[in-house]
């Protein structure tokens, strides 16, 4: 279970432990330290385990931390209505169901919501439509986002742990900023990319498979995390 939610929630209450608290299963430690390093990565907390003012403004939002963190910079960057989009889509995971396997970028599912219409997934496509009027509304009212160009920066916030770099010019492996492998299924256009944001995969171990993910630059790289970049020999 992701734990991200409540490790928020029990840092608003003064302890990311939950120390002092009663609980009918007790969180497992790992689970806990996980959530606590994802928080730490969206700068809801302090290496002390406090909660930030940025944590505080993200626990206001009714959406799942790595959002609500990509809500609050994406409208700092001037895209506010942008992240809404891609928030809500993210929530829903099967906007395009039936779609090629090689059909990996969001992009695509973002201009199947501003296109209208409805179609077989129009149940799910209504949803996200709902979802991202009332995260407009709770942002300040914005209006409906008009370009899509910005996606990989807005995911690259959601999931910075998941910031891919290909391995070689001409393969379909990845390097995660998190440290895990990742590879793309045969065929897939966005294997010329080199750099991705990847906002899902599928399995464990040294490798995963990316499911869903946006073409990244470099700049939008240095742009998201200009206090964390390091070089290192």
């Known amino acids: 279970t992701d734990l991200a939610p409540a490790c928020l929630d029990l840092a608003r209450w003064g302890s990311v432990e939950g120390a002092?608290?009663?609980?009918?299963?007790q969180p497992p430690v790992p689970h806990l330290a996980q959530a606590r390093e994802t928080l730490l990565r969206l700068g809801a907390l302090t290496p002390e385990g406090t909660l930030t003012d940025h944590g505080r403004r993200m626990a206001e939002l009714p959406v799942h931390p790595?959002?609500?963190?990509?809500?609050?910079?994406?409208?700092?960057?001037?895209?506010?209505?942008?992240?809404?989009?891609?928030?809500?889509?993210?929530?829903?995971?099967?906007?395009?169901?039936?779609?090629?396997?090689?059909?990996?970028?969001?992009?695509?599912?973002?201009?199947?919501?501003?296109?209208?219409?409805?179609?077989?997934?129009?149940?799910?496509?209504?949803?996200?439509?709902?979802?991202?009027?009332?995260l407009r509304e709770m942002l300040g009212g914005m209006p409906e986002a008009s370009r899509g160009d910005r996606i990989g920066l807005l995911?690259?916030?959601?999931?910075?742990?998941?910031?891919?770099?290909?391995?070689?010019?001409?393969?379909?492996?990845?390097?995660?900023?998190?440290?895990?492998?990742?590879?793309?299924?045969?065929?897939?256009?966005l294997a010329k990319e080199p750099y991705l944001a990847v906002a899902d995969v599928d399995g464990v171990g040294a490798e995963v498979r990316i499911f869903l993910a946006e073409p990244l630059t470099d700049d939008e790289i240095r742009e998201a995390f200009a206090d964390q970049v390091v070089a290192e020999e």
């Not at 002092?20 to 299963?25: E, H, P, Q, R, T």
């Not at 995971?93 to 201009?111: C, F, I, Q, T, Y």
């Not at 770099?165 to 299924?185: E, F, W």
């Open 66 to 134: 790595r959002f609500a963190h990509m809500l609050l910079r994406g409208r700092e960057l001037g895209i506010g209505a942008l992240a809404c989009d891609v928030a809500a889509l993210l929530e829903e995971r099967d906007l395009l169901r039936g779609a090629s396997e090689v059909d990996l970028d969001l992009h695509s599912r973002w201009h199947r919501l501003r296109k209208g219409g409805r179609g077989r997934d129009g149940t799910a496509i209504d949803r996200v439509r709902a979802q991202t009027a009332r």
């Open 20 to 25: 002092g608290l009663k609980f009918l299963d």
């Open 155 to 189: 995911v690259a916030l959601a999931y910075p742990e998941r910031v891919a770099k290909r391995r070689a010019p001409d393969g379909m492996r990845y390097q995660l900023a998190g440290g895990t492998g990742a590879v793309l299924p045969k065929g897939s256009m």
